[in-house]
T-cell receptor, first 116, second 108 residues
């Protein structure tokens, strides 16, 4: 089946620094990748949608200058949290979707970010 | 946007059946998903409904009524490993919106 990986699985950083999270589709080409954030005991909230080779589309309330998304190839998307603050501590999950009529999103294992 | 409602918690006994309801309001319905999520892990796909009716897959079944904005996930022959959060997600165009999840606890 389709596999999506994320790296790192856990990261701790200091307030004010930047952190990059990678999302890779291992055995398929992902035309579209999605980035979600999940706070404890809450559901997944879509942050942005990225299509390979084009700019990401951000959801309302998500700062595009703070959460930089790059989808440079059909197998890799990156999310960079810039100038991280403690309130950015969360579980970040990516998902990937093949092109065409494919409806299913394949989720990565998630990245636990803790900002101290 | 969507309003997606599902119960917060449910408890059931091993071997029993549990039904998790989900109601939604959306302007551009394009399918409904059910996912299972264990704590600290990513969601895993359980089922997908785009047409009205029942989809059965082993111990799990999912039902959809588009006119009522209603779906349910039925878990049969509950096992301890089924203790998890179950997320209802509505697809609108190309985006998924998730409910808050239902935490199911299976007791021996």
């Amino acid at each position: 089946g389709a596999v999506v990986s994320q790296h790192p699985s856990r990261v701790i950083c200091k307030s004010g620094t930047s952190v990059k999270i990678e999302c890779r589709s291992l055995d398929f080409q992902a035309t579209t990748m999605f980035w979600y954030r999940q706070f404890p005991k809450q559901s997944l909230m879509l942050m942005a949608t990225s299509n390979e080779g084009s700019k990401a589309t951000y959801e309302q309330g998500v700062e595009k200058d703070k959460f930089l998304i790059n989808h440079a190839s059909l197998t890799l998307s990156t999310l960079t949290v810039t100038s991280a603050h403690p309130e950015d501590s969360s579980f970040y999950i990516c998902s990937a979707r093949e092109g065409g009529d494919s409806y299913e999103q394949y989720f990565g294992p998630g990245t636990r970010l803790t900002v101290t | 946007g969507q309003n997606i409602d599902q119960p917060t918690e449910m408890t059931a006994t091993e071997g029993a059946i549990v039904q998790i309801n989900c109601t939604y309001q959306t302007s551009g319905f394009n399918g409904l998903f059910w996912y299972q999520q264990h704590a600290g892990e990513a969601p895993t796909f359980l089922s997908y409904n785009v047409l009205d009716g029942l989809e059965e897959k082993g111990r799990f079944s999912s039902f959809l009524s588009r006119s009522k904005g209603y779906s349910y996930l039925l878990l049969k022959e509950l096992q301890m490993k089924d203790s998890a959060s179950y997320l209802c997600a509505v697809r609108e165009r190309d985006k998924l919106s998730f409910g808050a999840g239902t935490t199911v606890t299976v007791r021996a």
